[in-house]
T-cell receptor, first 110, second 112 residues
């Protein structure tokens, strides 16, 4: 079992729809959770981070964390073609190692 | 401008020829890290550093060395590169472990 798992996709949604990206992790001691966006040929850029159970909203993005079920998700509302990218879930273990999932490719169709 | 700077951006070299990829950050961050990215495997952590003179292995440290003599610099050393180290490498930094990371632009290494 991988430490951080994501559906590789591709996930295809129409413009204006909600895109839902999911991530599960194996280490119950994990404390910090991140979503990064990576465009082809570019470096990852931070979209959201979340430390506590529940929802955290920032503009069109909502991160959801459920530590009991060991999953973290990212919702993108009103998806735009410019949101088409690979989304990387990352989990930090007690401030030390950071483990990334393999990423989910998202396509938003105009 | 806050940034993480890696050099070189591209390098083609041959097996066994020692090389160093430099990484520097201007944000006074304590935590720095090196990752490699390969198709289908995502980002895998090579080494990380919690502070000056404090480094530890990530998930794929074999064949790499690092040092952290100054807070701003975290070079990645390949003493005897091999073709399986051909990859895209990213340096990243954050205020402390567990905080969001800022990434450099990446270094594409090809080892023939």
């Amino acid at each position: 079992q991988k430490e951080v798992e994501q559906n590789s996709g591709p996930l295809s949604v129409p413009e204006g729809a909600i895109a839902s990206l999911n991530c599960t992790y194996s280490d119950r001691g994990s404390q910090s959770f991140f979503w990064y966006r990576q465009y082809s040929g570019k470096s990852p850029e931070l979209i959201m981070f979340i430390y506590s159970n529940g929802d955290k909203e920032d503009g069109r993005f909502t991160a959801q964390l459920n530590k009991a079920s060991q999953y973290v998700s990212l919702l993108i509302r009103d998806s735009q073609p410019s949101d088409s990218a690979t989304y990387l879930c990352a989990v930090n273990k007690r401030g030390f190692k950071t483990i990334f999932g393999a990423g989910t490719r998202l396509f938003v169709k105009a | 401008e806050a940034q993480v700077t890696q050099n070189p951006r591209y390098l083609i070299t041959v097996t066994g020829k020692k090389l160093t990829v430099t990484c520097s950050q201007n944000m006074n961050h304590e935590y720095m890290s090196w990752y490699r990215q390969d198709p289908g495997l995502g980002l895998r952590q090579i080494y990380y550093s919690m502070n000056v003179e404090v480094t530890d292995k990530g998930d794929v440290p074999e064949g790499y060395k690092v040092s952290r003599k100054e807070k701003r610099n975290f070079p990645l050393i390949l003493e005897s590169p091999s073709p399986n180290q051909t990859s895209l490498y990213f340096c990243a930094s954050s205020l402390s472990g567990g905080q969001p990371q800022h990434f450099g632009d990446g270094t594409r290494l090809s080892i023939l």
